[in-house]
């Protein structure tokens, strides 16, 4: 069954330079890589993403943290990965979402670490099932940035639509 799944090399993992790391390893997947673009990710964005952890205490850090302002690199890696069984595969290899419990084999178990502050540094974001993959792939990326279809679209007509565009 073909999936789609979303990543996210997340700021600390820029900063340390391992992009061409995680997705050599990602590689490993032989999933299609459909969409991909550096994002600079605003609060409201962020918040909508870790929706589901904001009666958490560490809510307000790990939007810092997604947003970059921990890092000093205000960007991540979006990457939409499509293919047969693509969630369980980009899970697999990512490994724990806490990096000390994560195989040492993993994306996070190499590159991973915990802040003093108890921030999990896991440096890559892999949507947790299909429904949570189709709600962040819409947060994250228009359906013309996506070279498949991978959910139903519809054209809709703007009057007074306001965007920048090159001088």
């Not at 061409?20 to 990602?26: K, S, V």
């Not at 890092?71 to 979006?78: P, W």
């Not at 490994?95 to 915990?114: D, L, M, Q, V, W």
Request: contains cysteine.
């Amino acid at each position: 069954m073909n999936q789609a799944v979303l990543i996210l090399i997340k700021p600390d993992g820029l900063k340390k330079s391992l992009t061409g790391n995680i997705l050599t390893r990602l590689s490993e997947t032989k999933l299609e890589i459909v969409a991909a673009k550096i994002v600079r990710v605003p609060r409201k964005l962020a918040e909508e993403h870790y929706k589901h952890l904001k009666d958490k205490p560490f809510f307000e850090e790990i939007v810092k943290y997604i947003q970059g302002e921990l890092h000093d690199r205000k960007k991540v890696l979006a990457l939409v990965y499509w293919g047969e069984n693509a969630i369980k595969k980009c899970r697999e290899l990512a490994g724990a979402t806490n990096p000390e419990e994560a195989e040492a084999t993993s994306i996070r178990g190499s590159y991973g670490r915990i802040t003093t502050s108890g921030v999990y540094e896991n440096v890559i974001h892999v949507s947790s099932d299909e429904s949570e993959a189709k709600r962040e792939i819409k947060l994250w990326f228009e359906p013309q940035d996506i070279i498949v279809e991978l959910y139903p679209q519809k054209e809709v007509v703007c009057k007074e639509c306001k965007r920048t565009v090159w001088a």
